[in-house]
């Protein structure tokens, strides 16, 4: 499918705008109100960037398909990091570079700082750990895509969640499983592989909104943290300004 | 971009038609040709098992500091304003740059957030602000380096000092650290310029007391309150004087409330809230004054030193010239006796700025004469900062019209804009060698300069400021600098360095330190200084008491070595340093005492200028004189009196309008002997006869994109005069004005001038409340005499109240009380909503058509009998049952749990039936995207969503706020309910308030704020007939028996209303809300249907 150009709706925004139009063409009220359709005074022609109301604010087109998707599609990131190495082999806990899941609404991506606690000593010369290096004396931050990435209408507040004891990976899924070093291709037979980790990220879980309400109807911690208002709290966890900013 | 639009000038009304259509009815009309084949198009590429978001990068630290937890605010103890306008506020960070300004909960005054601190926030991300130094050569500016401009500057410094010319500085008032900073730049050469019309006071002090200060007044202690015009619920006096004020009108304080009576030609938003208004003309405040204080003096038996300011009063000339009934004078007379040792005289500021030193002594010796001296007014607690008139600038001007200054500073003043100057300013300021402009704004005065070199403003900066004496404020740094701007302090002390300046000030002896003498005391016990991280550097100060000079290396440094000689002492500096830091500031206040020398200087009022109309300048209420117009939530935010927004106008009374044959909005010229401007006239009658007034603060010409072109400068129309004390001169000018054109195209959101009836405003009598407070009544409500059933009758009987169950709320029902007797109209509450909830801001051609986006907004409803204002605060009001929510075709609007109305903004499907359906008009329609123009988007609340076009939004009651409390709240306890002390002021507009006239709770709290509110005997709701139960009630305003004899409580007042100050303009718009002020067509719609 081509790239949107300015000037001429692409055939996927027409499509979507004509739906749209089918729809509320029955409501009288709404279309005598975009008759009166605007845009800003000074908005220069980059439809739909300032959209109407009618239209998606943001329309798909390839480059903002994200991969990452339940469906296993995988999202490239900038450092193959193994989760693998670090809490299945290592035995780390989350929270020894996500510290601040448990104060804030963010579970933090660790600074460079962190990694470079230990890698200073440790893999020093491993190819990723160069790249983690360079940016370490650049001091350029390293910039990861995000897998886990809920709209921007939703607060969702880490801090709550582990302190309420539910466990990382009911959402993050086993991430723990992720980035296993494999043998890099084209090592001959006989020969000891090279390891090498794939630089992508996994997301397990759908984090669509059905999903979250499976747990805030169900999960185990309300009844132990609540006691006899858990029923209460069920009711507040369904509530949309739970999580809806 | 976007919607912080310009707004259109005047001259171009053209600029403000429809803005151009983007999806136009041709694209319409093929996307809905389309619409058959559009499953089949859409088929191609689109998978609905994938998720269509843009893929965002998460940047973490590379190095993580110490102070940021990512996702959680980072608040800073820090001082905004300068001078005597300092407040200390709490700055709300995230992520490393400021979102919001709070109020300091460890401050030790009520909670408040001035106005100018939330304007000074957006003049922060202000698009107009410089981006680095510049230097001018010709009409052309240039960018240069900090390390060439601070040459510049030091070459030129020098070349004067060498040449036996001045450095000179002009700037805001200042106080502190940089104080004494620029005392030894300028060689004492500066001048501190405010426009508050305060320098006669100072001046009068000097006269009458032998110091220059400006005196401390205790408004909480009053029980009754003279004011000859001064602003003090706006601009004059800060917020001490507002908090004072709230306290003093509180029944539930002393048993008492507070009578204001006010002695001014214009009402203005501080006399809106006056009990008595003596219609005074312009320019016989003193006569008056005199008058007054000579009955004071007789009824008192005073005898002292000050009684001869009294010798040339005459009660019934005064009365004469002044316009008013000689019994009024008795009467004021008679309730300051009355109410001797608590009553309190203020004098004018600009309203009554005719003869400011000689109203300030008149007022200073009625005070002394009703023995208030050391109780309600006095020494002690004063402002002993330097306060210059207009005499000093002109001074100033003078010099450099002479050429003996080499160098001005001109600091963040704007002289050009704010003093009624000549064409020989120009003239005078091109015989200074080097004009440097410090502010990091573009504005009249700047574009004089020949160098700018941008400081950094009071969330970059460290600084300190005392604007009551002993009350020391330090301000820290919230966020590393924006732009490429430096230090004040830095600038000075680098090129004072360079330029080899030495400190003035001669050791002093020991005694003269104060604290330095209570720290002695302390040596023993406090032991070794501990040591912290924060104090890097041991401040330079070699010699204790001495002048610091230029020594410090850094600002901070200086800041420090003040601190250390002056407030906090060297014994455990560095520990009491990072308390005070934490703190905001560091409390030393002296107890008010009277005055020591008193002296009686003989005071004549000032000649009547003639002419039958005269004009009266005044301080906008929220603009004041002009610093803060560029920042659109000034503009945005409804004027409290007339409602206007992005404008100026003239205002007049009814009576005067008649006269003159001028309708309401008209254009208008009007003119002085000093100049002529056009603009729109309001009429309403918060003006006596007689008197046309224009406010200032309008009129930029060159103050940024949004201020420029706006309005009209009222200072225009004056001449630079100074009286007796070399204060400026604001008043008593004749003014001409005459129609011109039939429409001004002035845009006011106030279309109604009373509630019509309907008791939106209702009064309790002010002395029976003064003896019961808020007490729990038997019958809530039934002190505002209304005896109106809260509930449609015929619904009660044909038991058909409720056809749906009221919603159960097991834990929380949030609610709010709203005091209009508390509240003053200022409107601190509106702009802190703009600051906290990202509300966009929409110009003067989108609110024209209704489509404000505030979500709080102060009605000003008349009485219509007396003339009397009350402000009502009307925001959403979570209604039980809530009309909006039972419309809502896909329940993107429903009741919470915890009782609020909520709204789900991504639901929204935008068919306005909500905003239809709510009888306060609190909702808001998004009728376009709007952007925030870089950098004003770097405020935006992260906490807060920012809706895009056709999506509803409303007032949540701060909802990110309950629910960041209930989650801290939470890690003390999954079950227990939240304390009211943790609530009572948790919204933004509850926050800011400096009157404390909203209280937020938990209503199934017994004792909660709210609750304890509904069970006064002046609670009620507002269109609570409509069987909405909203969470928010109202408490009725104190009235006083007017003068007239009028009783509080109208309880079937008249609705009949001259026609000259009728419905102000009709709205119409086809899906808004068509009267946000008044709702009586649907109020009505409502009942029929009840009846139904």
């Known amino acids: 499918m081509p790239r949107p150009t300015t000037g001429s709706a692409p055939p996927l925004r027409v499509a979507f705008a004509a739906f749209v139009a089918f729809v509320l063409a029955a409501t009288p009220m709404i279309v005598a109100g975009c008759n009166e359709a605007e845009a800003t005074n000074d908005t220069p022609e980059t439809f739909p960037m ?28 900038p450092i193959g990091f193994p989760h693998y190495t670090h809490v299945t082999t290592l035995n780390m806990d989350c929270q020894y570079c996500h510290f601040v899941a448990r104060k804030s609404i963010h579970a933090g991506v660790p600074p460079t700082e962190t990694c470079m606690g230990c890698h200073k000593y440790v893999k020093k010369d491993a190819p990723e750990i160069t790249k983690l290096a360079a940016l370490w004396e650049s001091g350029e931050p390293t910039a990861w895509n995000k897998v886990h990435d809920l709209p921007d209408h939703v607060v969702f507040n880490h801090g709550r969640h582990v302190k309420a004891g539910v466990n990382c990976t009911e959402c993050h899924g086993q991430m723990g499983l992720q980035g296993q070093p494999q043998p890099a291709p084209g090592t001959a037979e006989g020969e000891a592989p090279v390891m090498v980790v794939n630089a992508v990220n996994i997301r397990e879980t759908t984090l669509q909104m059905g999903w979250c309400l499976q747990c805030h109807a169900t999960h185990p911690s309300i009844d132990t943290n609540y006691g006899e208002k858990s029923d209460q709290r069920r009711a507040e966890l369904k509530d949309c300004w739970t999580c809806h900013k | 971009m976007g919607i912080f639009r310009r707004a259109p000038r005047d001259s171009s009304p053209s600029e403000a038609a429809e803005p151009k259509t983007s999806l136009s009815r041709r694209h319409f009309v093929a996307a809905l040709g389309l619409g058959t084949s559009a499953s089949a198009l859409s088929a191609c590429g689109w998978d609905d098992n994938r998720y269509y978001t843009p893929i965002e990068q998460i940047l973490p630290y590379v190095v993580h500091p110490d102070q940021i937890v990512p996702g959680t605010p980072t608040f800073y103890a820090t001082t905004i304003g300068t001078g005597r306008g300092a407040w200390p506020v709490n700055a709300r960070t995230r992520e490393g740059r400021v979102v919001n300004v709070v109020a300091n909960p460890q401050a030790p005054f009520a909670r408040a957030v001035p106005k100018e601190a939330l304007l000074a926030l957006q003049r922060h991300y202000s698009p107009d602000r410089l981006k680095g130094p510049k230097v001018r050569d010709g009409g052309t500016w240039s960018d240069v380096t900090w390390e060439a401009g601070l040459e510049k500057l030091t070459a030129a410094v020098k070349k004067a000092r060498q040449a036996g010319k001045t450095v000179a500085y002009l700037g805001p008032s200042r106080t502190g650290a940089l104080l004494e900073l620029l005392d030894d730049y300028t060689d004492g050469n500066a001048v501190f310029w405010e426009s508050d019309g305060r320098d006669g006071e100072a001046a009068a002090s000097e006269r009458m007391f032998g110091r220059r200060f400006l005196p401390a007044y205790d408004l909480a202690k009053a029980k009754y309150i003279l004011s000859f ?72 038996s005073y005898n002292g030193p000050a009684l001869g300011v009294f010798a040339g009063a005459d009660t019934a000339k005064a009365a004469a010239r002044a316009g008013i009934d000689a019994n009024a004078i008795e009467e004021m007379a008679s309730r300051i006796a009355e109410n001797k040792g608590a009553s309190v005289v203020l004098p004018g500021g600009v309203t009554g700025g005719a003869a400011s030193t000689e109203l300030a002594l008149v007022c200073y010796a009625i005070n002394l004469a009703a023995n208030n001296d050391g109780r309600t007014f006095g020494d002690g607690p004063v402002f002993e900062g330097p306060v210059h008139g207009a005499a000093d600038v002109g001074k100033l001007l003078a010099a450099a019209k002479a050429g003996s200054i080499g160098v001005l500073l001109l600091d963040d003043v704007n002289p050009v804009f ?179 020398t008193v002296m009686g200087p003989a005071v004549t009022a000032p000649a009547d200028a003639g002419g039958s109309l005269k004009l009266v300048v005044f301080l906008h209420p929220i603009r004041g004189a002009g610093k803060f117009s560029n920042e659109p939530w000034s503009q945005e935010v409804a004027d409290p009196m007339t409602g206007g927004v992005w404008d100026s106008w003239v205002e007049v009374s009814p009576g005067t309008a008649a006269s003159l044959g001028i309708e309401n909005e008209a254009l208008v010229e009007l003119s002085t002997d000093a100049g002529t401007v056009q603009t729109g006239v309001v009429i309403h009658r918060g003006i006596a006869d007689g008197v046309v007034a224009l406010a200032l603060g309008n009129g930029h010409e060159a103050g940024g994109r949004y201020a420029a072109g706006v309005g009209v400068n009222a200072t225009r129309l004056l001449k630079l005069a100074t009286d007796s004390g070399g204060a400026m001169v604001w008043q008593g000018g004749a003014a001409q004005l005459k129609a011109v054109g039939a429409s001004a195209e002035l845009v006011r959101t106030f279309r109604h001038e009373h509630d019509q009836g309907k008791h939106h405003v209702r009064s309790a009598p002010a002395e029976e409340l003064a003896k019961v407070g808020d007490a729990p009544s038997a019958h809530p409500g039934d002190m505002t005499g209304i005896h109106h059933p809260p509930r449609d009758p015929r619904l009660v009987a044909a038991g058909s109240l409720e056809f749906y169950d009221l919603p159960e709320h097991p834990q929380y029902r949030f609610g709010m009380a709203v005091d209009t007797n508390a509240c003053t109209g200022c409107g601190a509450c509106a702009i802190a909503c703009y600051a906290e909830n990202n509300l966009a801001v929409v110009g003067k051609a989108l609110i024209k058509k209704g489509r404000e986006m505030n979500w709080i907004r102060v009605n000003r409803y008349w009485d219509t009998e007396a003339d009397r204002v009350t402000f009502m605060p009307v925001m959403c009001q979570q209604c039980g049952h809530a009309p909006c929510e039972s419309v809502c075709p896909v329940l993107a609007t429903y009741h919470t749990i915890d009782g609020l109305n909520a709204m789900v903004y991504n639901r929204c499907v935008g068919t306005r039936y909500c905003a239809n359906n709510c009888p306060y008009v609190a909702r808001r329609f998004n009728f376009h995207t709007y952007r925030w123009p870089e950098p004003f988007n770097l405020q935006l609340n992260p906490d807060v969503g920012v809706r895009s076009a056709g999506v509803m939004e ?74 909405t139960f909203p969470a928010v009630n109202y408490l009725a305003k104190a009235n006083f028996h007017a003068t007239g004899g009028h009783h509080g409580g109208h309880a079937d007042a008249g609705h009949g209303d001259a026609g000259a100050h009728g419905d102000a303009g009709a709205h119409g718009d086809a899906g808004g809300h068509g009267d946000a002020g008044e709702h009586e067509g649907k109020a009505k719609a409502g009942k029929a249907k009840a009846d139904h």
């Open chain 2, 418 to 596: 704010e003093l009624p100057l000549d064409a020989s300013v120009a003239e005078s300021l091109s015989k200074v060698e080097l004009i440097v402009g410090l502010s990091s704004h573009p504005d009249e005065s700047n574009a004089n300069a020949h160098l700018l070199l941008p400081t950094s403003d009071a969330f970059e900066d460290w600084g300190d400021e005392e604007p009551v004496k002993g009350l020391h404020l330090v301000r820290q740094p919230s966020m590393t600098p924006l732009y490429d701007s430096r230090s004040l302090g830095d600038v000075l002390l680098v090129t004072g360095r360079a330029a080899e300046m030495k400190s003035r000030r001669q050791p002093a002896a020991a005694e003269s330190e104060p604290a330095a003498e209570a720290n002695a005391g302390k040596a023993g016990k406090a032991g070794k200084a501990d040591v912290v991280a924060s104090v890097e550097a041991e401040p330079a100060a070699a010699d204790p008491s001495g002048g610091l000079g230029f020594g410090p290396t850094t600002w901070r440094d200086y800041v420090q070595a003040r601190w250390q000689r002056d407030v906090l002492g060297a014994d455990n500096f560095a520990t009491r340093w990072n308390e005070a830091l934490g703190r905001g500031l560091h409390d030393a206040r002296p107890r008010l005492s009277a005055p020591g």
């Open chain 2, 229 to 300: 015009g001064a602003e003090f619920l706006s601009s004059w006096g800060g917020e001490l004087s507002k908090i004072q004020y709230a306290s003093a009108r509180n029944p539930n304080v002393d048993h008492s409330i507070v009578r204001y009576a006010l002695v001014s030609p214009i009402m203005g938003q501080t006399g809106a809230n006056a009990d008595d208004w003596y219609k005074a003309a312009p320019g016989s405040e003193v006569e008056v004054a005199l008058a007054v204080g000579a009955l004071v003096a007789r009824k008192t």
């Open chain 2, 954 to 1027: 409303k007032c949540t009651f701060c909802v990110q706020r309950i629910r960041e409390t209930k989650s801290a709240y939470r890690d003390q306890s999954f079950t227990d309910t939240m304390p009211d002390d943790a609530l009572r002021q948790l919204p933004a507009c509850a926050d800011a308030c400096p009157s404390q006239a909203i209280t937020f709770g938990n209503l199934v709290d017994p004792r909660s704020g709210p609750t304890e509110a509904r069970r006064s005997g002046r609670s009620y709701e507002m269109l609570g007939d409509l069987n």
């Open chain 1, 50 to 77: 300032e959209p109407h109301y009618l239209w998606p604010t943001v329309m798909p087109d390839e480059g903002q398909i994200a991969a990452g998707a339940f469906t296993g599609e995988a999202l490239p990131q």
